[in-house]
């Protein structure tokens, strides 16, 4: 399989790998959005020694050094038994002797990949990488580690962060993002799936942008009939997928998933304080902080202050496209009819609801935030436009109406834009109760901010826009799907 796009993580590589210094990297992200194969597409035909290593999750630490210890003796002795050791500062010397038999001018690349599931209990691994990047390796001009996970939040916290013996020891790092609608076009055309841009929409709405999942697409059928066989199917993937999602970061997986489960029920979002007093003791303290944090590093949950109101607190959405389809469509019926396999067409049937609509109007705002750069570039909005959002929730007993905002940009000349975002199936109609909706959003918008600059709105609209006497008056900017399908 080509490797699509991942041009700025590869300048990275390239730069690492023709450094004629010791490289420390650490590679992060989203399980299943890539890191592995980036990795090994990259080394494995350089011209260097490349020591993959994958860590066994629920492992004993024998089994780790067992595993490690077999690849040390294959790319370095040409595949002869190692006698194990049975701590990792002994297999790490013999790493370290080993490295004497490679000639001076032969690069040696360390791939550590799953490197939270190899630091095992008690099994001191991360003080002994510490000791022996900092005693040897790092004195090495020919090595390169690269250290990866599927647990981003443990990369950023034991590695990334490090406050002990790592610290500020990383030469560089690589956040491995989904792909974007571009790249995923890319990909699928790679695949030989050459869909149009509103098919490949309604995909990615399901599966976001990450690379494994897309790889299930099959040629020859449009996204509703993929959808079918990969959701909707006794044993489908996507059915089966959620589980071993969150089983896989996490010791106690189910806490988490509740409280996925809490921020997906609120479509516009849920503040900090409610979701940590809903749990109560469950997340006391520093314990909720953390394991909100561990989300977001994951990239299901993204956090917002709202513009004007910081002080009233974080708020969280759910912005991965593959949880919140599988909340919404495949829990509520995966203990009943999922159990026997679906009916045949079931997804293109559900395409006609209004829960469907409902659910792929705020599936396409997730998608939206995804492509904030080509927004803005669409808007023609300065580098220096910062985009955020804005609600405001009337006290209960009051008269007060409430706003939300999923996206504005404040502007350096003394200007806002507003934008609304839209899914439609046919270009978007402001008639004129849609057009009063929209002028009291922005009253009140006014009101509670006592802000004076210029007010400008923008649609972003995934099927464009019809125009109308009160499109004409009011919509000041629009986006497409066509835009958000261009490079940055």
């Not at 599988?326 to 829960?355: A, C, F, V």
Request: net charge positive; with cysteine; charged share 25%.
């Amino acid at each position: 399989m080509p490797l699509i796009g991942r041009k700025k993580e590869t300048d990275i590589l390239n730069e690492m790998f023709s450094s004629n210094a010791p490289e420390f990297l650490a590679i992060y992200g989203r399980r299943r959005v890539g890191k592995t194969f980036l990795i090994r597409s990259f080394f494995e035909n350089k011209k260097c020694l490349f020591l993959n290593v994958t860590g066994v999750k629920d492992g004993p630490l024998e089994e780790q050094i067992r595993h490690f210890t077999k690849e040390m003796g294959r790319v370095f002795y040409h595949g002869a038994t190692l006698k194990e050791a049975k701590t990792w500062d002994s297999t790490f010397e013999i790493l370290t002797e080993a490295f004497k038999t490679v000639r001076k001018n032969k690069k040696i690349v360390l791939f550590f990949d799953e490197f939270p599931w190899m630091a095992t209990r008690n099994s001191r691994l991360l003080q002994t990488l510490e000791y022996y990047w900092n005693q040897h390796w790092s004195q090495d001009k020919r090595i390169k580690l690269v250290i990866c996970g599927s647990s981003a939040s443990w990369i950023l916290e034991k590695i990334v962060n490090n406050k002990g013996g790592l610290h500020n020891r990383l030469t560089r790092n690589i956040y491995l993002e989904p792909f974007d609608l571009r790249e995923t076009k890319l990909f699928l055309d790679s695949l030989g799936a050459k869909l149009n841009h509103e098919q490949i929409l309604q995909i990615y709405m399901v599966m976001g942008g990450i690379p494994y999942y897309l790889s299930k697409i099959e040629r020859g059928r449009s996204a509703a009939q993929n959808i079918d066989i990969l959701a909707f199917q006794n044993k489908s993937f996507l059915a089966d997928e959620f589980d071993n999602l969150f089983s896989a970061l996490y010791e106690d997986s189910g806490i988490y998933i509740d409280m996925v489960r809490l921020i997906a029920s609120r479509r516009y979002g849920i503040l900090q304080d409610e979701i940590l007093k809903h749990f109560g003791k469950t997340l006391q303290g520093s314990t909720g902080l953390k394991r909100l944090k561990d989300l977001q590093d994951s990239s299901f949950i993204m956090s917002f202050k709202s513009h004007f109101h910081k002080k009233r607190g974080i708020y969280y959405k759910v912005v991965d496209e593959y949880v919140l389809f599988y909340l919404d469509w495949i829990e509520p019926i995966r203990s009943t009819l999922l159990s026997k396999g679906h009916m045949k067409g079931y997804w293109e049937k559900q395409q006609n609801s209004s829960t469907w609509h409902s659910w792929a109007g705020y599936t396409f705002e997730s998608v939206c935030y995804k492509h904030l750069s080509q927004i803005s570039h669409a808007l023609k909005m300065s580098p220096t436009a910062i985009p955020n959002t804005w609600r405001y929730f009337p006290r209960k007993g009051t008269e007060d109406q409430g706003a939300q905002i999923d996206l504005l940009f404040d502007r350096d000349d003394d200007a806002i834009t507003i934008c609304e975002m839209k899914y439609t199936e046919n270009p978007y109609v402001i008639d004129k109760q849609e057009a009063a909706i929209l002028k009291r959003k922005m009253a009140v918008f006014k009101a509670k901010t006592e802000t004076n600059k210029q007010f400008f709105l923008a649609l972003i609209s995934a099927n464009g826009l019809k125009k109308t006497i009160y499109s004409e008056d009011m919509v000041d900017g629009l986006v497409t799907l066509d835009d958000l399908f261009r490079k940055e």
